[in-house]
């Protein structure tokens, strides 16, 4: 299954609604990629401690639900290994959606990322130079206004977001994070 698939994020939604959370997709997705992206080990364990306690009060999730996260936290440990065919993007609804949908997506996603970030990386708001510069943009765009028309000019836009997005993410991951082989790169 593809890792940015509309099939893992119906499945993922089904999964938070049976298990009676209120998250929604795009924020689980980008909360655990905060979680990578600021240092936790990528290892088979390591990070659900902490993604528990941002997402569940600590507690472990119902077994549908752990099955599907275990399945996205493969994704997103493939897509930051520099896998050439899983190219890393956060998970948000498909084009088919209402630009102002995946903006809405967009917006919670990277909220959640920062959480995540925080969490290891308290202080990655205070991050200067180009890292900084991508991390205060990031906040730039968790305030834009997303009633937005659909058309080609915005959809444009929407794509450069994604890519800045994915672009700060790995700058995250090799400022703060581990990468594939536990070299740490600080």
Request: aromatic share 8%; with cysteine.
């Amino acid at each position: 299954m593809k890792c940015n698939s509309p099939l893992l994020l119906n499945k993922l939604d089904a999964a938070l609604n049976k298990a009676g959370l209120t998250m929604l997709p795009s924020e689980f997705h980008g909360l655990m990629t905060g979680l990578v992206c600021g240092g936790i080990r990528l290892d088979k364990r390591g990070w659900q401690e902490s993604f528990l306690a941002l997402a569940n009060e600590g507690q472990p999730f119902g077994d549908e639900l752990e099955k599907v996260m275990k399945e996205v936290y493969r994704c997103i440990d493939k897509s930051l290994s520099e896998d050439p065919e899983v190219p890393f993007q956060p998970l948000l609804p498909d084009e088919d959606e209402a630009l102002a949908v995946r903006l809405e997506s967009l917006i919670e996603w990277i909220q959640s990322f920062f959480l995540g970030l925080a969490r290891l990386q308290p202080t990655f708001n205070t991050v200067g130079g180009e890292l900084g510069e991508m991390i205060g943009d990031l906040r730039e765009i968790t305030n834009v206004e997303f009633d937005v028309e659909d058309n080609e000019e915005n959809e444009e836009g929407f794509r450069v977001l994604v890519e800045h997005v994915v672009d700060t993410c790995w700058k995250c991951l090799l400022e703060f994070g581990t990468l594939p082989g536990d070299k740490t790169l600080h």
